[in-house]
């Protein structure tokens, strides 16, 4: 038994009996340090530890059980006496200097005095079999098939199922009483069945089939895409004795994957809409707008104002945004929407109702702020749309201003276009713009499958923060 110079009396009591033990046992000081070992302990390590100088364990390096690195100060001794308990079977592994690992259970059992404080503690190393590490490994194996969030079976050459776990049942429907000892073909769609034998051919020339995309019958007879790995078994001889197959539902990424292709379509299309609506309105500004800078800035306007529209569509996924919105959107950048009252039901505008209206909104607010209700200290404007039994929504935009000035109108400015016209058309509808003594005033009328969004039951109104049914600014 090597043991340290002034090692406590404790540490040589057993010294005689210690050395004689078959199994590897060490000794230590309440600090780790290594006080005495014997030769089982020296071959279990591979190396000689330098007494008093080695921590916690006499090994070379140590490895947690799945091989990745343990520092000493981890190992069951180190926890042992920092716990201050006994430990049954930690497990761990002893890498030697020349690069072998035994992997081994250890029992380390702190020492105290008789007034039971801690003064060190006696470690014995169980080295493990290579048949009880098949054992546990097999064991460590099960636990994660059993448990696996993937469907995995395994077959025999034939295609005969040989173990089915819980999440095949999950996926599948079928039980494992109800597959075991049965082809795997009953998953197969007719139109598929020869690709059983095509996997078949190849795993019995030892390839491993990986990510294979395919589509698998459910027990109740609908169609699921599923990606399969597919790879041999082999026995202790090495001949290929079966097949171990994991399947993976893809059925969310492929729905998935479907709605990014209709989201780029309909980007696609909204975004080539939206050239064409600026090409339009840059001509029709172009042919009323004489003046260079007050043709840049209406052009410049009228594009941020599509922006506008343009980002609630993104931020609604491009199915739309509610009136609320979309009013306020083009009320607030004015400052003034405090003098703006809203009132009507939630409705979730279809995007060509969202980007047309959204134009006659902007033209409504500017002539408001430059010649309207907005221009003065005291007008007002409310904005009362509704549904009407026939199904037909009615919008209107109504201002107020005390003390009038004289109406200024241009019968074939672009913004009667848009009010009288463009917008209209868009939804299906009729505009009527008006100028009364207390200001202008337009209406649209238009039936209510131009207007709003089919309702969608993953798409609620009150995910988009607009729960009430009516509500008001100001």
Same mark, same amino acid.
Request: hydrophobic share 40%; glycine share 8%; charged share 25%.
């Given at each position: =038994? ?36 014997? $030769? ?6 591979? /190396?000689?530890?330098?007494? &008093? ?16 690195? !343990? ?5 069951? =001794? ?5 716990? *201050? #308990?006994?430990?049954?079977? &930690?497990?761990? !592994? ?13 029992? $380390? ?10 003064? &060190?503690? +006696? *470690? ?28 995995? /079976? ?26 075991? &000892? ?31 995309? %395919? ?8 169609? !699921?895409? +599923? ?43 909204? /975004? ?68 703006? #009252? ?9 995007? !060509? ?13 500017? *002539? ?14 409310? +904005? ?15 201002? %107020?201003?005390? *003390?009038?000035?004289?109406? #200024? ?54 995910? #988009? ?10």
């Amino acid at each position: =038994m090597t043991l340290a110079d002034g090692a406590p009396a404790w540490a040589g009591t057993s010294a005689a009996v210690l050395e004689a033990l078959p199994i590897a046992v060490y000794l230590t000081d309440c600090q780790g340090a290594v006080l005495a070992y014997n $030769p089982a302990a020296r071959e279990l390590w591979g /190396v000689e530890p330098q007494i &008093g100088v080695a921590k916690w364990c006499g090994s070379w390096k140590l490895r947690f059980p799945d091989g990745s690195p !343990m520092a000493h100060d981890e190992c069951p =001794m180190a926890v042992a006496i920092r716990e *201050n #308990r006994a430990i049954r079977g &930690g497990e761990a !592994m002893a890498e030697r200097p020349n690069g072998e690992l035994v992997p081994f259970l250890a029992f $380390p059992t702190p020492i105290r005095n008789e007034n039971g404080e801690l003064t &060190g503690a +006696v *470690n014995a190393l169980v080295e493990i079999s290579d048949a009880q590490a098949a054992k546990r490994a097999q064991r460590h194996l099960a636990a994660i098939v059993a448990f696996s969030h993937d469907a995995i /079976v395994s077959k025999d050459l034939g295609g005969i199922v040989t173990t089915w776990n819980e999440s095949a049942e999950r996926v599948f429907g079928y039980t494992a009483d109800e597959v075991v &000892g049965h082809p795997i073909t009953i998953l197969i769609p007719p139109e598929r069945q020869h690709e059983e034998v095509e996997i078949l051919s190849r795993i019995r020339a030892g390839e491993v089939v990986d990510y294979f995309e %395919t589509v698998r019958l459910h027990k109740d007879g609908r169609r !699921m895409p +599923v990606s399969l790995t597919i790879s041999p078994i082999r026995g202790n001889d090495g001949a290929i004795v079966g097949i171990s197959k994991i399947a993976r539902d893809i059925t969310e990424q492929k729905e998935a994957e479907q709605r990014i292709r209709t989201l780029m379509r309909e980007v696609n299309h909204r /975004v080539k809409n939206q050239f064409a609506v600026i090409l339009s309105m840059v001509r029709e500004t172009r042919t009323r707008t004489p003046d260079p800078e007050e043709f840049e800035t209406q052009v410049r306007d009228r594009i941020m104002a599509l922006s506008r529209s343009h980002d609630l569509l993104v931020k609604g996924e491009w199915r739309g945004a509610t009136l609320f919105e979309l009013l306020l959107a083009h009320i607030e950048i004015f400052g003034n929407q405090e003098r703006v #009252r809203l009132s009507g039901p939630t409705i979730m505008l279809q995007p !060509m109702a969202l980007q047309y209206i959204g134009m006659a909104f902007h033209e409504l607010a500017t *002539n408001a702020v430059k010649y309207g209700a907005l221009s003065g200290a005291d007008g007002t404007i409310a +904005v009362d749309w509704t549904i009407e039994p026939d199904r037909r929504f009615r919008l209107t935009w109504a201002e %107020t201003m005390p *003390n009038p000035a004289p109406a #200024r109108r241009k019968a074939n400015g672009f913004g009667a276009v848009v009010l009288e016209r463009v917008a209209p058309a868009a939804v299906g509808g009729r505009g009527i713009l008006a100028h009364t003594d207390a200001g202008i005033s337009w209406t649209l009328t238009a039936p209510l499958e131009g207007i709003e969004t089919p309702q969608d039951p993953d798409f609620g109104l009150e995910n #988009r923060g607009f729960g009430a049914e009516t509500g008001e600014t100001g």
